[in-house]
């Protein structure tokens, strides 16, 4: 069994960044669901209700978060300065609002009045939805008719799920429980645009509604495409 993708979220909900290899600590892998937009309430947007979040491409670069949604928005670290609570699924996490003035143009993008928040660093847990780490396998891929960026994993091995810790050179991953899937699935993941039922049903029909399992990180430590994973 080896590590056939690594993939992280810098921003909630929006697009995903492939990478060779990443530091992989409590939080998950670095930079990942570092920072969300959220309403002005501050709960957290998601592609349930806006779909276009998923053609957004954030990167990381030095000390500035850089978003692509057709037109470029850049904004330096330190430009994140309002204490603010994003709302996670009833989860109140700490985090540092930008300016509104310096993302118009992405809410003017969305459609909606929304706040562009980083996770502030004495945070406990990062944006994600339940867990700091989504595993999926390449084997329960097959028949499904779509591709794994539908699922938004953030590593892909290409072995069965069977098991309850990955080792790898460094680190080590503890199942904590099958994800649970949403209309989330249906989303073409390039255009935005919502392409159901599928895959949605045949997880439903085959497998509970389930694809991926979350995890937690049991001990830190390098994680990289290609290395191999020892399953326990």
């Given amino acids: 069994m080896k590590v056939d993708g690594l993939y992280v979220y810098p921003v909630k909900a929006c697009g995903a960044v492939a ?3 990443a530091a992989l600590g409590p939080l998950g892998l670095e930079h990942d669901r570092r920072f969300a937009f959220v309403h002005p309430d501050g709960t957290a947007l998601t592609q349930r209700e806006q779909p276009l979040l998923a053609t957004v491409r954030p990167r990381i670069e030095g000390n500035a978060l850089h978003l692509d ?3 470029l ?3 330096t670290l330190s430009s994140f300065e309002e204490p603010i609570v994003a709302d996670v699924w009833g989860k109140r996490i700490p985090g540092r609002a930008a300016p509104q003035r310096l993302v118009a143009d992405a809410a003017e993008f969305l459609g909606i009045a929304v706040r562009l928040v980083a996770l502030d660093p004495a945070a406990q847990r990062a944006f994600g939805d339940a867990a700091p780490v989504l ?10 008719g779509v591709g ?4 938004r994993p953030n590593v892909v091995i290409d072995g069965a799920e069977g098991w309850t810790t990955l080792r790898g050179e460094d680190a080590l991953l503890e199942r904590l429980k099958p994800c649970g899937r949403c209309e989330v699935t249906t989303i073409d993941q390039a255009s935005g645009e919502r392409r159901g039922p599928e895959p949605l049903r045949t997880l439903n029909a085959r497998h509970g509604g389930n694809f991926g399992v979350y995890c937690r990180v049991a001990r830190a430590g390098q994680l990289r495409r290609g290395e191999a994973l020892r399953p326990g």
């Fill in 19 to 21: 990478v060779d290899a």
């Fill in 69 to 71: 949604f057709g037109g």
């Fill in 73 to 75: 928005l850049h904004l």
């Fill in 135 to 144: 595993v999926t396998s390449t084997t329960l891929l097959a028949g499904l």
């Fill in 148 to 151: 794994m960026e539908r699922f």
